[in-house]
């Protein structure tokens, strides 16, 4: 949360969208993409106000790009420990 809050927000530009990337990032840290929306959907449900540059980039890097490099990872793991 840390680097989210102190690192990640400034990095993505210190205003809204960058506000609501950063809790679909501490969502991503709590688990999956899933939490990550819900963390977002929060944040815009309290501020009445949608941010739909972070509704497009965090589901498309947690659904697809997270998979890409997922997959490879966990199978490599597998075969060389298993």
């Known amino acids: 949360?840390?680097?989210?809050?102190?690192?990640?927000?400034?990095?993505?530009?210190?205003?809204?969208?960058?506000?609501?990337?950063?809790?679909?990032?501490?969502?991503?840290?709590?688990?999956?993409?899933?939490?990550?929306?819900?963390?977002?959907?929060a944040v815009c449900e309290h501020y009445r106000v949608i941010s739909h540059k972070a509704f497009i980039i965090v589901p498309l890097c947690g659904a697809v790009l997270i998979d890409i490099v997922a997959i490879p990872a966990i199978t490599w793991c597998l075969n060389a420990f298993a």
């Open 1 to 41: 949360m840390v680097l989210g809050v102190f690192v990640l927000f400034r990095l993505l530009g210190r205003n809204y969208d960058a506000a609501v990337l950063t809790a679909g990032f501490i969502g991503h840290g709590l688990g999956a993409t899933p939490n990550a929306v819900a963390n977002m959907s």
